[in-house]
């Protein structure tokens, strides 16, 4: 029996990530602008939409122009199909175990199903079968990520048992390339070279392949000729690309707390566990309820500012000491105005706050824990609330 966590009660809970839709509509138009007009954008609304909420992701992502809906769990792809959004969905990763359950009504749903191995070909025939209607298979080829994914000699075999069995209609060829985020990187070309051999062999079985798809944030934003038929960002929805660009992608959440207390210590007072720091001067310090249970990496201690909205404007304040699991202790300075309740900006765009001086990025966050902005953003755990702008 699976127990759920009682939610806490938004109202009491100081912690939240607000989420701007229009951001999301606004990085998918321009990033569709980029796009040539025969090729299509799936929207990668994984893990929760990242962490912003897979729902609010995927329609402020189709309002933008996406057609397609990408989620690693088939469960996720039920989910966004029983919401009524009726695009095309893709769903990649499952288990014996779950795909007995869930395929059947994933297929019978119309929801496309990656299959990357013989063993989950096995899996989808038998789901389509059950549920009396053809898959739509997308065949994974594995070009170098070593994770889910056909290698290219099993082709040929794959494609024959796929060309022979009524329930499998195959309507794509893809892969994930492992360094996109690396334009200098060899590695791509070499994975493209394998993908190309692949598709050719795999046409070789069940004829012409409809679409081929292959290109993430990165490769959308610097390789025009790896779009194809479909291209699948994720993190640039988000506001966050992984490679230099002039497209001007904007954050779409913003994560924010309140001060909890002001207090003012000597020159010389130690602060957080193991004492890495302690004050330079007199200051007032700030506790802010929001810690690592919440999201943030306690590797990133000691090396953030947050933006405090006090009565008198927003002010940056650095976060000093380690991180701990509830909260975190910033420094204020002397002079704050700042006093308990008000408003603190942890990460993102703080919204109608002029823009200097500017919010931290779930990238500042990243950099100073020595992680990538989309362990960030799906990081920021089940107790914060979820608010979404209007
Ligand atoms: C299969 C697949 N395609 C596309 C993406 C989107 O990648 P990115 O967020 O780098 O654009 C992911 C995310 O990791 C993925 O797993």
């Known amino acids: 029996m699976t127990i759920p966590i009682p939610a ?18 606004q990085n998918t138009r321009d990033l569709t602008g980029l796009l040539e007009e025969h090729t299509a954008l799936m929207a990668v609304v994984k893990a929760d939409g990242y962490g912003h909420g897979m729902l609010t992701a995927a ?16 469960a996720s792809a039920l989910a966004l199909s029983r919401a009524g959004l009726d695009v095309h969905i893709l769903t990649w990763l499952y288990e014996p175990h779950t795909a007995a359950i869930v395929l059947p009504e994933v297929i019978s749903s119309g929801i496309d199903v990656s299959v990357g191995s013989p063993e989950m070909l096995t899996l989808v025939a038998d789901a389509a079968r059950q549920a009396d209607r053809r898959a739509r298979v ?14 290219p000699e099993q082709i040929r075999q794959i494609g024959a048992a796929m060309r022979e069995d009524d329930f499998i209609e195959v309507v794509a060829a893809w892969t994930h390339l492992t360094s996109a985020d690396d334009p200098t990187d060899p590695s791509t070309d070499q994975e493209v070279a394998l993908f190309d051999s692949a598709c050719d062999a795999l046409a070789d079985e069940v004829g012409p392949i409809p679409l081929q798809h292959l290109a993430n944030s990165a490769a959308l934003l610097t390789r025009p000729d790896l779009h194809r038929d479909l291209v699948r960002p994720g993190i640039a929805l988000y506001g966050y690309p992984p490679v230099a660009t002039d497209v001007p992608l904007r954050p779409a959440m913003t994560l924010t707390s309140r001060l909890a207390l002001v207090k003012e210590v000597p020159e010389g007072h130690s602060i957080g566990y ?9 200051t007032r310090l700030g506790l802010v309820p929001i810690g690592y249970a919440d999201g943030l990496h306690r590797a990133g201690s000691d090396q953030c500012d947050v933006l405090v909205r006090t009565a008198s404007g927003d002010h940056r304040a650095p976060q000093v000491g380690r991180i701990s699991m509830d909260q975190i202790v910033i420094d204020l300075g002397p002079d704050t105005d700042a006093s308990a309740g008000d408003e603190v900006f942890v990460f993102g765009d703080a919204g109608e706050a002029p823009t200097e001086p500017s919010a931290t990025t779930a990238d500042d966050w990243a950099r100073a824990a020595g992680t990538i902005p989309y362990e960030v953003l799906t990081s920021v755990s089940g107790r914060v609330t979820r608010e979404v702008r209007a």
């Open 8 to 25: 806490e009660d938004p109202r009491h809970v100081p912690n939240r990530a607000v989420i701007d839709p229009s951001a999301i509509t």
């Open 59 to 74: 329609r402020a992502a189709l309002e933008g122009g996406a057609t397609w809906l990408g989620v690693a769990h088939p």
């Open 138 to 151: 997308h065949l994974k080829i594995d070009t170098g990520m070593g994770r889910n994914g056909v290698l």
């Open 274 to 282: 193991g004492r890495i720091r302690s004050t330079s001067r007199r």
